[in-house]
């Protein structure tokens, strides 16, 4: 099974990821780059696997560049509290 198969085992891997990140003391700019890569890549290379992955999707093409950026940091804000 994926991590990108569920979306609660998708957002629990990202916080697993942002707490390494975290520890190895990245940068939170860092982080949103990394997130924003991520997502530019997801959108581009994968199929959503489920709902909100698809509506991620699309909220991500319609977006500009800023607005992608704002969402990059909004996923990284909603698994920044698993980490806490």
Do not use: C, P
């Not at 997130?35 to 999707?57: C, F, M, P, Q, W």
């Amino acid at each position: 099974m994926s991590v990108l198969d569920n979306f609660d085992t998708w957002k629990d891997f990202l916080a697993n990821r942002l707490q390494q990140a975290q520890q190895e003391g990245m940068s939170q700019q860092t982080i949103s780059n990394m997130a924003y890569e991520v997502g530019d890549y997801l959108s581009k290379h994968t199929d959503a696997k489920n709902n909100e992955e698809a509506i991620l999707r699309e909220l991500w093409n319609a977006a500009s560049e800023d607005e992608r950026h704002a969402i990059a940091n909004s996923m990284v804000k909603l698994v920044q509290g698993k980490t806490n």
